[in-house]
C-alpha cells in the first residue's frame, strides 16, 4: 500500500521566517493530497490540498508544490505567526476516499 | 460547518474489558473513518464504512470491530482491550467523489488501558 513520509519531526523558525515541511509518497496512483493542522490539544482540521494535475497551489500564506516525477509535494508558509504553531500532517490519497497520512511535523514559531 | 461529534471525550478501561468508542455525523456524509493516533505514527486507518450495515477494514484492524448501523453513527469496538491499544482514536467523516474528499474529524477519544 501507499507510504507516505513526512521528513521533518520538529520545526522551529522565527516569527515572519517562512517554514517549509516536505512529504514523499510511494504510490504513483495518488492523486490528492491534502494537508491538515493539529493544535495542541485539539483534533485536526484541513488546511490545503493539492490535485496531480497541478503542482502548485496557493491560499493566502500557504503554497503546495508537487513534484510527481519525485513523488514528493510539500507545504510552505510563508511569513509565520505564532498561531501557525501546531502539528502539520500531509496525506495522500488515490481518489478512492482512502488516505495515508505521515507522522506529523510540530512547527513551532518563535516569537 | 460540518460537524462530527465522538463519545466519550476520555476514557480509562481495564486489559480484557470491552470498550466502545461512538462517533455521529451530522454532514450526511457517506464516508465514515477511525483512526488510532500515537506518537511517533502520525494517524493510521483501523475501519471505514462508506455505507450504512457495511464497515471495511483499514491498516490496522486487529483487535478492532467496527459498527455502522446508520448513515450518521459509526463505533469502533474493542472486545478484549490491551495495554497497546492506549492511542488517541478520532473518527472522521467525508463526501463522495472529487472536491468532496475533505475529511472533516472529531474531536477524539482519549483511551487508556491499564
Known amino acids: 500500500g501507499e507510504k507516505v513520509e513526512q521528513h521533518e519531526s520538529t520545526l522551529s523558525v522565527r516569527e515572519g521566517d517562512s517554514a517549509v515541511i516536505n512529504c514523499t509518497y510511494t504510490d504513483t496512483a495518488s492523486s490528492y493530497f491534502p494537508w491538515y493542522k493539529q493544535e495542541a490539544g485539539k483534533s485536526l482540521h484541513f488546511v490545503i490540498d493539492i490535485r496531480s494535475n497541478v503542482d502548485r497551489k496557493q491560499s493566502q500564506r500557504l503554497t503546495v508544490l508537487l513534484d510527481k516525477k519525485a513523488k514528493r509535494f510539500s507545504l510552505h508558509i510563508t511569513a509565520t505567526q505564532p498561531e501557525d504553531s501546531a502539528i502539520y500532517f500531509c496525506?495522500?490519497?488515490?481518489?478512492?476516499?482512502?488516505?495515508?497520512f505521515g507522522k506529523g511535523t510540530s512547527l513551532t514559531v518563535i516569537p | 460547518e460540518a460537524a462530527v461529534t465522538q463519545s466519550p471525550r476520555s476514557k480509562v478501561a481495564v486489559t480484557g474489558g470491552k470498550v466502545t468508542l461512538s462517533c455521529h455525523q451530522t454532514n450526511n456524509h457517506d464516508y465514515m473513518y477511525w483512526y488510532r493516533q500515537d506518537t511517533g505514527h502520525g494517524l493510521r486507518l483501523i475501519h471505514y464504512?462508506?455505507?450504512?450495515?457495511?464497515?471495511e477494514k483499514g491498516d490496522i484492524p486487529d483487535g478492532y470491530k467496527a459498527s455502522r448501523p446508520s448513515q450518521e453513527n459509526f463505533s469502533l469496538i474493542l472486545e478484549l482491550a490491551s495495554l497497546s491499544q492506549t492511542a488517541v482514536y478520532f473518527c472522521?467523516?467525508?463526501?463522495?467523489?472529487?472536491?468532496?474528499?475533505?475529511?472533516?474529524f472529531g474531536s477524539g477519544t482519549r483511551l487508556t488501558v491499564l
Open positions: 496525506a495522500a490519497s488515490n481518489g478512492y476516499q482512502n488516505f495515508y
Open positions: 472522521a467523516s467525508s463526501g463522495l467523489g472529487v472536491s468532496a474528499e475533505t475529511l472533516y
Open positions: 464504512s462508506y455505507v450504512a450495515d457495511s464497515t
